[in-house]
């Protein structure tokens, strides 16, 4: 088995294998259906010495970045998101004409665009073409490369030195970890700090979010596999904040180690993590267990109710619901279709299961009886625009951390 992604201990203890599964976010066309599809590893493991839950397997950046088909900005919950950090950074940091703002996985700008609004020179930076395109056409530079130590070195040497650098959501998707937060250390330097957001292990464990596990998600860090990662590098983590977002995640403030020291709440949060087992098996397994018992209550659940005469449908083509179909065999013969508000996806068909793609208008069309409702991170803000299918009698089921009926 591979050596750890952060600190190269070896051998990784095995979690969870969820099999040979399709791309996630590799929604296929109408012709691409017949093709063969192309499958990988999903199997998450966990490192003894420095407690990083990981995939043993990673696909090549390649494949997965693309033409990815994930615009931020069609979430409207994520810009409002973006907008609070945005104006708070610039309230606490006093940032101006004369700053730098930079992003690591920018997307198409939904973040940076509030500090533009601001008066902050921004710069975003972006492996997808078509994303780093969008983001341009909005008025938000971006530089389209796959961030590690030679873009970094690269954007210094060009006098980009940010005062502030975000990293939402990608510390976990990358190969190269060390090699992308030494290129962290080397942009943001004892001036700037990086201020980043990652999905937290302990939520995933808590609340079973284990279809939050997909190939284009390396790691599933917890404050203690953080901490180790930052310092190899000569960071330190001053501040961390637990948010609710996607399921929940950690917001991280990071500085020079030379600069700064851990705050009270990192070194809190550590001792909590000392206290569930952060690096032991026993918490993992757990986890994995109640996995296996969510498929079949779901499985049960699904069938039960197409028995009794409902039809069912899903909600969300996001990649974790490409996760939980396949592991759990839910495809055609169960759903119809999966409704999707992003015209993007809308068309096309979901990953392994080859269910239909459709815009969401079709649930008041159709009305199925229940919606499998795959993007639950977002449950609240789906279930209130889906308003009039709820009055009309249908309903909703939530998968996680275990399945009922809303
Ligand atoms: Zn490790």
Same mark, same amino acid.
């Given at each position: =088995?591979?050596?750890? @992604? *952060? ?7 095995? &979690? ?84 730098? &703002? ?22 975003? &930076? ?7 395109? $969008?983001?341009? /056409?909005?008025?938000?530079?971006? @530089?389209? $490369?796959?961030?590690?130590?030679? +873009? ?11 005062? +502030?650098?975000? /990293? ?61 990662? =930052? ?17 929940? *995640?950690?917001?991280?403030? &990071? ?23 952060? @690096? ?32 069912? /449908? ?26 999707? $508000? ?32 795959? $993007? ?10 889906? @308003?009039?299918?709820?009055? /009309? ?11 009922? +009926? +809303?």
């Amino acid at each position: =088995m591979a050596d750890c @992604r *952060s600190c190269g201990a070896t051998p990784l203890h095995s &979690v969870l294998d969820l099999g040979d599964q399709p791309l996630a976010n590799r929604l296929r066309t109408e012709e691409q259906l017949a093709e063969d599809e192309p499958r990988f590893p999903l199997h998450l493991t966990l490192c003894l010495a420095c407690g990083l839950a990981q995939l043993t397997h990673s696909v090549p950046p390649q494949e997965l970045f693309t033409d990815y088909p994930y615009f931020s900005s069609v979430i409207p919950s994520l810009v409002g998101h973006a907008r609070s950090i945005a104006l708070r950074l610039v309230a606490e940091r006093g940032l101006g004409p004369d700053s730098l &703002v930079m992003e690591l996985a920018s997307n198409d700008g939904y973040l940076l665009q509030h500090y533009r609004d601001a008066g902050v020179p921004v710069l975003g &930076v972006d492996p997808a073409a078509n994303i780093a395109a $969008a983001a341009e /056409a909005r008025g938000i530079p971006t @530089r389209c $490369a796959f961030f590690g130590r030679d +873009v970094a070195r690269e954007l210094v040497a060009e006098g980009h030195r940010p005062d +502030v650098l975000h /990293a939402n959501n990608v510390l976990a998707h990358v190969p190269d970890l060390n090699g992308f937060v030494a290129g962290i250390a080397t942009l943001i330097g004892e001036h700037g700090r990086l201020v980043a957001e990652s999905p937290y292990v302990k939520d995933l464990l808590d609340q079973v979010e284990f279809d939050t596990i997909y190939h284009e998600h390396l790691c599933y860090f917890s404050l203690t596999a953080l901490d180790r990662l =930052m310092e190899r590098h000569g960071l330190v983590i001053e501040d961390v904040e637990r948010l609710a977002i996607h399921g929940g *995640s950690v917001r991280l403030f &990071v500085a020079a180690a030379s600069v700064a020291e851990r705050g009270p709440r990192v070194l809190e949060l550590l001792e909590e993590e000392r206290g569930w087992g952060a @690096r032991d098996r026993e918490p993992y397994e757990r986890f994995a267990q109640r996995v296996r018992e969510l498929g079949h209550e779901l499985v049960g659940l699904l069938d039960d109710l197409r028995a009794g005469g409902s039809t069912l /449908a899903a909600y969300g083509a996001a990649a974790k619901g490409s996760t939980l179909l396949n592991t759990f065999g839910i495809g055609r013969e169960r759903l119809s279709y999966i409704a999707d $508000a992003s015209p993007h996806k809308q068309g096309r068909y979901a990953p392994g299961t080859g269910l239909p793609i459709v815009p969401p208008e079709r649930l008041l069309e159709d009305r199925p009886g229940y919606v499998l409702l795959l $993007a639950w991170n977002f449950a609240d803000e789906i279930v209130a625009q889906q @308003r009039a299918y709820r009055e /009309a009698g249908g309903r909703f089921i939530l998968p996680v951390p275990a399945p009922r +009926v +809303v």
